[in-house]
């Protein structure tokens, strides 16, 4: 029980959240708005668990093989998370500090996303890799939340800023980088200190409230965003398909975007609540019933 | 247990027959105005708690033990009106599987107090109803965008005819297709459950009902492009489509007669004199596999994405369903054909 009981003691976040019950439930399984989810991406719940189940599934995966509840050798599934978490938060840090610079030399949003773009998709799309540990199964999120969550970052960064030039200097988009930046270093700040068996409460504290503030904003960023972007979908035509052609199907990504933009009104406050919900068993320790399904 | 020995003591001394008592010796006449013998029934008693809450919500005593859950839960329905029969689920532990209808009380492991966990299932909608709304839709939206109904189209295209031979043939496949399936929900499914949970419906209506009107309006449209290798492919694509429908409707007349109206029996699902119910020797659900098939046709026949996408879907669920087919199969008889797959032969 040795690695499991150390990582109990000192796991902080994730101890607190196994010891409030079972696993926390996956997010709503239905279909989650690009975006809505973009900023929600740092509060899902495989965090929760973070280091200490994944310390618990590598256990019995190495047997015999004794830690000291750090990384353990290269190759095992344990390292291969942690080094992609490490190398996150090493770029969303890099984009923060690169985002902070910009503005101090320049005094102005204008051009900020042209000067972090690459950073930003090299992250963001670093990101998928997640996926793929949800699909293998190393660590316990469902492929269906971590696909989600993802996908909507994907979506925000290579269907909406990365394909219409003319909006990258709304200030909306300055607004969504910012909350996904902080969201970001502390989630995977979270991961970290976890893995390392020493989670510092403040990480936990920040992890599970600064969403209170972050999610809204980066809704509202990428919600401004993608409005500022629909006279330029509606002018080109863009990623559309119209008809006639060989395989009678249409597309129109003007309505797709608008959409996109209604589906946030049922979905973000089912993800908010649950987030509070969550912060309310891991931090305030209280003993939620859930409903049944 | 003094109640039965004393049952059973009684029981014998009158088995012993009407001269000898239980002594040997010849037994007294018995007086004129004797009572009649009583038989014992030792009666249960049931209260019934949330499984949540463990609130003591109904206690039963004078229960018959060869009652079953059913019974029971008509008479819980007596005392708590709004949780009807279809939507108490009674289990043995809070935690544990629901208790079947037809389980006899005293056979479970329940000493003569039984304590039975209740949760409510939520309001309850037949399946019947169900599958008759969720494919009446389709019937009735296909119509309307095959007769272009205005507001649809443009107005210059309100109530026009398509000049291509495969829209009309289109037409009556989905017609015919959604027919079969309201007739064989009327006179042919037999089915394992009454209701399922309400608000299905609305999930199923919605997927039912969206694709078809997603499929018909590319399909009806005025600008509809015909298929690429014109009526070699609709020829081709629409033998495939029949073959598929007999196929599944002969899975379904199979599936029927394994089972007596009004039972719930399950048995392994044999090929028939049916050729098309041959298809049993590789897979358990051929009924989804024929399913597939049309649609597949059915995409080839109107060369439209839409519906591709919609047999794609169907295909992953049917898949799903197949898999936990096949799984409980395999589970409930030992004598399972090894060679079967759920859904695809061989494959899958």
Request: aromatic share 14%; glycine share 6%; charged share 15%.
């Amino acid at each position: 029980m040795g690695r499991l009981t150390e990582a109990e003691a000192a796991g902080g976040g994730a101890s607190a959240a196994r010891s409030a019950g079972t696993p926390p439930a996956p997010l709503p399984s239905t279909f989650t708005s690009p975006g809505c989810a973009a900023t929600m991406a740092s509060s899902e719940e495989d965090g929760t668990n973070g280091g200490a189940s994944e310390a618990g599934e590598e256990r019995e995966a190495t047997g015999k093989r004794r830690r000291l509840g750090l990384l353990a050798t290269p190759g095992s599934s344990l390292y291969n998370i942690a080094m992609t978490r490490g190398c996150s938060l090493f770029g969303w840090m890099v984009l923060g500090i690169a985002m902070v610079r910009f503005y101090m030399e320049k005094g102005t949003h204008k051009g900020l996303y042209k000067s972090i773009q690459k950073t930003l998709k090299f992250f963001q799309t670093f990101a998928l890799l997640e996926i793929v540990h949800c699909l293998i199964g190393i660590v316990p999120t469902s492929v269906l939340v971590a696909g989600v969550q993802v996908s909507s970052r994907i979506f925000m960064v290579w269907l909406v800023t990365h394909s219409i030039k003319p909006i990258q200097n709304e200030e909306s988009v300055v607004l969504f980088l910012v909350a996904w930046t902080v969201t970001e270093i502390t989630r995977y700040s979270f991961y970290t200190f976890s893995l390392l068996n020493h989670l510092p409460y403040f990480i936990k504290w920040a992890r599970y409230n600064f969403f209170i503030i972050l999610y809204p904003v980066g809704v509202v960023g990428e919600l401004l965003t993608i409005h500022a972007a629909l006279p330029y979908v509606k002018k080109t035509g863009m990623f559309s398909i119209r008809l006639p052609n060989k395989y009678n199907v249409s597309f129109d990504y003007y309505y797709f975007l608008l959409i996109t933009m209604a589906s946030y009104i049922p979905l973000f406050p089912q993800l908010y609540f649950h987030m509070l919900r969550q912060r309310r068993k891991v931090l305030l320790g209280e003993v939620i019933v859930e409903k049944d399904d | 247990m003094d109640l039965s020995v004393s049952v059973v003591a009684r029981e014998s001394s009158q088995g012993l027959g009407p001269v000898f008592g239980l002594n040997g010796l010849p037994r007294p006449a018995p007086p004129k105005a004797a009572k009649k013998p009583k038989k014992a029934v030792l009666f249960f008693e049931v209260e019934i708690l949330d499984a949540k809450t463990r609130e003591k919500l109904c206690f039963l005593d004078k229960v018959e033990p060869q009652a079953t859950i059913a019974e029971i839960k008509n008479l819980f329905t007596k005392s708590h009106p709004q949780w009807y029969p279809a939507r108490q689920s009674l289990r043995l532990d809070p935690k544990g599987k629901s208790l079947k209808d037809e389980d006899v009380l005293q056979k479970l492991p329940v000493g003569t107090t039984a304590t039975l966990y209740f949760r409510d299932l939520g309001a309850q909608i037949s399946w019947v109803t169900v599958f008759l709304t969720e494919y009446a839709g389709p019937l009735f939206i296909y119509l309307l965008f095959y007769f272009r109904v205005p507001f649809i189209y443009g107005h210059k295209y309100d109530f026009t005819s398509s000049r291509h031979t495969v829209v009309h043939l289109a037409c009556i496949c989905h017609s015919f297709h959604y027919i079969k399936r309201l007739l064989e929900t009327l006179f042919v499914h037999r089915f394992s459950h009454g209701t399922m949970p309400l608000r299905n419906i609305f999930k199923n209506c919605t997927y039912y009902w969206g694709f078809a009107a997603w499929m018909a309006y590319y399909i009806n449209h005025p600008l509809y492009t015909p298929p690429t290798y014109g009526a070699q492919q609709v020829k081709l694509a629409l033998a495939i489509f029949v073959i598929c429908q007999l196929g599944n409707f002969s899975i379904h007349m199979a599936l029927r007669d394994l089972r007596p109206a009004g039972s719930k029996t399950r048995k392994i699902p044999y090929p028939t004199k049916n050729p098309f119910t041959w298809l049993f020797l590789l897979v358990s659900c051929p009924n989804y596999t024929y399913e597939v098939g049309s649609w597949i046709g059915f995409a080839i026949m109107t060369q439209c994405l839409p519906v591709a996408l919609f047999s794609l879907v169907g295909f992953t669920q049917m898949t799903i369903w197949a898999k936990g087919k096949h799984r409980s199969y395999l589970k409930e008889f030992r004598d399972y054909p090894p060679l079967r797959m759920p859904i695809i032969p061989f494959l899958l």
